[in-house]
């Protein structure tokens, strides 16, 4: 399967050259929307990881949201044709003009890294008379058992909002009128291997939602992250993961 059958045609074409198998492409999507429907789940795509014009209109059409960490990403989803409701913004210094854009199109949410970018957010809603909303990325502080340089949810990795600053977020909330919290938002890594991380990535995130219900706060939608890993060795072996 593969390139294996093409390879006499690729050999022919000058490098570099990138080829992608869309019939496996199709496959994956199926497997995965099926999966996550029997759940009631709904996958994002990281456009960060191949923007073709072609691969993000068949993810497009397998149902899929776009997850964008840039505000160039977010105008290629809408121009993509994906629905400002499936799309989410995440990623750490978004611009003013970025936010602006994001907010003008009515995306369904900014995934917020810090204190400070919230109140960003709200002063650009506030002018532009609109409510923003958002989903906090919290630091789970969660080992992926992956190589530390593509770790994003331990303690001492720099994404996310810390658990000592939590309650200080908390507390802003009720004069960042221009803000509506959504959900919460963790991503611990990619290249991630083992599935015990995700198991408790999931045992961390339903604590964190239970602290916060008892404060009062009532979050509709979890949004949970990590990528899974590629055999390098052998991709062929299983193209679509278990």
């Not at 059958?5 to 022919?12: N, S």
Request: with cysteine.
């Amino acid at each position: 399967m593969g390139a294996r059958k093409y390879i006499g045609r690729l050999q022919e074409l000058p490098t570099p050259f990138y080829f992608y198998d869309m019939d496996l492409l199709r496959s994956t999507l199926a497997t995965a929307v099926s999966e996550a429907s029997r759940y009631g789940y709904r996958i994002h795509y990281a456009l960060k990881a191949n923007f073709d014009p072609r691969i993000v209109e068949t993810i497009r059409k397998a149902g899929l949201g776009a997850d964008c960490v840039s505000g160039n990403e977010v105008r290629a989803a809408i121009e993509a044709g994906f629905p400002a409701e499936g799309i989410v913004f995440a990623g750490v210094g978004k611009t003013d003009r970025e936010i602006e854009y994001a907010l003008g199109q009515d995306i369904f949410s900014f995934n917020c890294e810090s204190a400070a970018e919230m109140e960003a957010i709200n002063a650009i809603a506030e002018r532009m008379g609109r409510r923003a909303r958002v989903a906090l990325r919290i630091n789970p502080d969660v080992d992926p058992m992956t190589h530390r340089y593509i770790s994003t949810g331990k303690a001492d990795n720099k994404f996310g909002i810390s658990y000592t600053e939590i309650d200080r977020v908390i507390a802003s909330l009720k004069r960042l009128s221009h803000l509506e919290i959504v959900g919460l938002h963790f991503h611990v890594g990619s290249q991630i291997g083992c599935m015990e991380v995700f198991e408790h990535l999931c045992e961390r995130v339903n604590a964190i939602r239970s602290w916060f219900r008892e404060r009062g706060i009532v979050l509709r939608h979890l949004n949970m992250g990590g990528g899974l890993a590629v055999d390098y060795e052998n991709p062929d072996r299983e193209p679509i993961p278990d």
